[in-house]
């Protein structure tokens, strides 16, 4: 079933979002033959949203004062929204096109994606410091962050990988071994526990 979206945070709304998200509900929550009932509502985010407004203004002033006032107004603006949300789930009991003719949005529904590619076009060389090794690679679709292991050369059955995590396609491993070869590997990290580990590259430490 699609649910309504009742995220009005600070991290998914600045202030003038929030306004003009809270806005554009009451337009389309404005005489919508879908919600007749929540007229009510409609009367109280438009209020709720002038007070807010009126804050906004206020906050070139700056000070404790009004920024205190801000924050209640947005408050007091978001429980509204989340109040007439649960509404309009309640009502719509999940249709997409109710919902969305609200103004509200759908939470986003979880993409469950199998175990991601092999990172291609892996190149290791020789960092700027010794005992440094740069690595880069293609990006990953769907990867969240990227997992690289490496041990010593030549590799056996009881070798012990170190392993490194980045957000990034690409990092410098440090605190190497001068003189060492080291077999390094890389794979995309994602909602799949498994990895699919690229080719192994063997790289010569300065």
Known sequence: MNKVSLG????????PELKVKASNIVINLDGNEYFPTLAPNVVTIRALITTFDDCLAKMADGGKKVTAEKNNARLNLTEALCET????????????????????DI???PVYVDILDQPENVIVKAGKINGTLELSWDVVDHARSYEVRYTKF????????EKVTTTKHKIILENLIPGQQYVIQVAGVGTDPRRAWSFEITSYVM
């Open 8 to 15: 009005f945070s600070t991290n998914e709304y600045s202030d």
């Open 85 to 104: 949300g649960r509404l309009v789930q309640n009502i719509s009991k999940g249709d997409e096109v109710m919902i969305l003719s609200s103004g509200f």
């Open 107 to 109: 939470n986003r529904k």
């Open 154 to 161: 030549p590799k056996t059955e009881t070798s012990v990988y």
